[in-house]
């Protein structure tokens, strides 16, 4: 068996749809790219059939959508992305506050380390303050111990990647972000379920303020 047929024997349908995946969601793929069966099989050296599963996972996540010319990275709605903020801002004071109430030391500890990380990198472009970010987010939705709450979370930020700028891209948002999650740690560290909560709503509020901006600046171009 040569090398190039052993990595096609590796690959199926659930490899292919985790890198897809995380390409899609890291924005390797804007909204509106196309991703044709022909040219993923040719790329990962596999039939159609693998490939076709994993078009078909993705869709089912929303990660892409049904177009004139077949599968693409959904476009962006306005209406849609408003209404993903709004739920955010509620499920995510929601999990702060119980992260607080039943985080582990371990939790602290990752937490901390992701916040030391964040800081240490030299202007970060908009992918990786993304790509942080929500690993910054993912770590604290677990630290709640809620895995019904993480579940919907991690659907709702799916969708918001559809977005062409991120809002943690906007003046100094990035440095603002670091402090009030410096701010969250130290919530959830002393128990301070109130002050979690609190933090955390105006956190979000101040995204989706921000992510109406560009929609605004976007619909006037």
């Not at 909204?31 to 069966?37: F, K, M, V, Y």
């Not at 990660?63 to 709004?86: F, K, M, N, S, T």
């Not at 303020?209 to 929609?215: S, V």
């Amino acid at each position: 068996m040569t090398e190039s047929t052993e990595l096609s024997a590796r690959v199926d349908g659930d490899a292919i749809f985790r890198v897809l995946r995380s390409e899609i969601l890291a924005g390797v793929h804007p909204p509106g790219t196309a991703l044709r069966e022909v040219v993923i099989s040719e790329r990962f050296g596999v039939s159609r059939t693998p490939v076709r599963e994993a078009l078909s996972r993705l869709q089912h996540e929303r990660l892409l959508e049904r177009a004139a010319r077949g599968l693409q990275v959904p476009q962006i709605d306005p209406q849609e992305v408003i209404q993903i903020y709004d739920l955010r801002v509620m499920l995510e004071e929601e999990a702060a506050g119980q992260a607080a109430l039943n985080r582990g030391t371990a939790d602290i500890m990752r937490l901390e380390a992701l916040l030391e990380r964040d800081r240490a990198v030299v202007d970060p472009d908009d992918t990786t303050k993304v790509t942080n970010n929500l690993e910054f987010h993912t770590s604290l939705w677990a630290s709640a111990r809620n895995p019904i709450l993480m579940d919907l979370l991690q659907r709702l930020s799916t969708h918001l990647i559809h977005t062409p700028r991120s809002t943690l891209s906007v003046g100094d948002r990035w440095q603002e972000v670091l402090l009030e999650h410096e701010a969250l740690i130290s919530a959830i560290t002393e128990r301070r379920s109130d002050d979690a909560r609190a933090i955390a709503r105006t956190h979000m509020e101040t995204a989706r303020t921000l992510r109406l901006q560009l929609l605004r600046t976007t619909a006037a171009d």
